[in-house]
């Protein structure tokens, strides 16, 4: 039985099978945001691994590597360009970018610098050993570009994938809150920019709901953050003695 668990199409069917599921209830429960697909993907994800392990008398750890190769690497593989699309209402949108872009890019690097040793010295301040730590630094990109830069630092991509997947969700859920608190609403082109920053794919597509300036620039956010957090957080790590 244990050899089925190797081939490609289990990984893929259970994929689908628990992200369909958080559709779906997410559909039911009429936005709620503890019903986001991504996030009830995840958790089931989790709880099916740990069943099927008890059921067939094995661990979920050789269950889950049975999962991943090379079936749910399949999955994976679609992120890249699936971030890639985010191009397309950036380009939609591309005038405002041409008018402001040194602004975007000025505020985007800086906050992200900043950003990187504040969750260093917080995941300090709370007791996370090394590899904790390295593994929440890569957390401002989205999970494509998050998980293999966190495995070059000696993180654990399992809590980096976490850390991603529950910034999105927060961002969705308190995304609206955020904006008032901050007066971010007066300024179209600084809701898109927290949005994308923050909550990634999933706060992107909050921002779309705002319209389209919002959209495009939590495009160019999640492109921008990728590209700084992959240039900057090895130097930072090595800086940081991780």
Excluded: C
Excluded at 88 to 94: E, G, S, T, V, W
């Amino acid at each position: 039985m244990t050899e089925a668990l190797s081939q490609p199409l289990f990984g893929i069917f259970l994929s689908l099978a628990v992200f369909l599921i958080g559709q779906w209830l997410f559909k039911v429960g009429k936005g709620f945001f503890l019903f986001q697909p991504l996030f009830v993907g995840m958790v089931l994800g989790i709880i099916m691994l740990v069943i099927i392990g008890h059921l067939l008398h094995t661990s979920t750890i050789e269950v889950y590597t049975k999962y991943y190769k090379p079936g749910g690497d399949i999955v994976f593989w679609f992120l890249t360009p699936a971030t890639i699309a985010f191009a397309i209402p950036l380009y939609k949108r591309n005038d405002i970018v041409k008018k402001y872009w040194f602004e975007i890019l000025l505020s985007l690097i800086i906050g992200s610098i900043i950003s990187l040793f504040l969750i260093y010295y917080v995941a300090k301040g709370l007791g996370l050993d090394r590899t904790s730590i390295a593994a929440m630094l890569p957390q401002a990109a989205t999970t494509a570009i998050a998980l293999p830069i966190s495995t070059a630092i000696g993180g654990n991509a399992s809590i980096t994938a976490m850390a991603v997947i529950l910034n999105a969700v927060i961002i969705y859920a308190l995304g609206d809150w955020l904006i008032k608190i901050f007066h971010l609403n007066q300024s179209e082109i600084g809701a898109g920019l927290g949005l994308g920053t923050a909550g990634h794919t999933i706060g992107s597509a909050k921002a779309l709901e705002l319209g389209s300036v919002q959209g495009s620039m939590a495009s160019i956010a999640v492109v921008i953050i990728g590209v700084v957090v992959d240039l900057v957080v090895p130097s930072v790590a090595r800086i940081l003695g991780l």
